[in-house]
């Protein structure tokens, strides 16, 4: 029995680990929906995995006639992905001279995304909503705090931030300096549209994660099943 089982299990060779690498990054934008299967993006890995490995012949880089399978794939790129993290934080330390991990080049040019992209992707997806359209053909009227008159000597003595917060001179006081109307900041609106913003990723996660959840209590369901079928079959050749 052990025997066999030692047989029966995938040996990452380098090869192999760096066919997992390029499959696994090149699919990178279907893995990063918010809402997909895993399981059968998974399955997709190992099959192109077990397929270049075949390409390569007895020793391409896998092990003789065992196929990978999803869940090692899985498993393995959660171990690099670790090991990437780290490195890439003692790069930020160090500089990228000191990592000397032969994946991290490849994965840094994928998952290294810097901030602009990430926001130009974040608001690449939100175009698409009702909220991005709603931007785009300006139909939204946010509630924006009205503006405030304030002596000229506040708002030179104390600034422009604080000045914004004080309250109007009331009718009838006589000021002693000419009052002047403050105009609202510009990043007010921007502001209000990435709150907005965060609370539709934030929506998009919770709604992905339930279905994740779902998806996960499906699969237990048809293995609880399977065993039962296999149980009764074994029972009743009994």
């Known amino acids: 029995m052990d025997t066999d089982k030692t047989k029966a299990e995938f040996v990452w060779t380098l090869q192999a680990t760096w066919h997992l690498v390029h499959i696994r ?3 990178d934008p279907l893995f990063d929906q918010p809402v997909c299967k895993k399981k059968k993006l998974w399955e997709v890995v ?3 995995t077990n397929a270049k490995l075949r390409e390569g012949g007895p020793g391409g880089g896998g092990t003789p006639d065992v196929a990978v399978k999803a869940y090692e794939c899985d498993l393995k790129w959660r171990n690099m992905l670790a090991t990437y993290r780290k490195n890439a934080e003692r790069a930020r330390r160090l500089g990228e001279a000191s990592v000397h991990w032969e994946f991290y080049k490849a994965m840094h ?10 926001e130009a992707q974040r608001r690449a997806r939100l175009s698409g909503t009702r909220l991005g359209k709603a931007i785009a053909s300006k139909r939204f009227t946010p509630i924006l705090p009205a503006s405030v008159s304030v002596s000229a000597s506040a708002a030179s003595v104390a600034g422009p931030v604080f000045a914004a917060r004080l309250p109007a001179v009331p009718a009838g006081v006589p000021a002693a300096v000419p009052t002047t109307t403050t105009p609202l900041p510009h990043n007010v609106l921007q502001l209000y549209m990435e709150l907005q913003e965060r609370k539709m990723n934030m929506w ?6 339930e279905e994740r959840k779902i998806e996960a209590i499906n699969n237990l369901a048809h293995a609880i099943s399977s065993l039962a079928q296999k149980g ?6 009994l």
């Open 204 to 209: 998009a996660q919770q709604k992905a994660l």
């Open 232 to 237: 009764s079959k074994q029972s009743s050749s």
């Open 109 to 118: 040019e994928v998952l290294g995304k810097s901030h602009e992209e990430v």
């Open 25 to 27: 990054l090149e699919m």
């Open 46 to 48: 190992a099959e192109k």
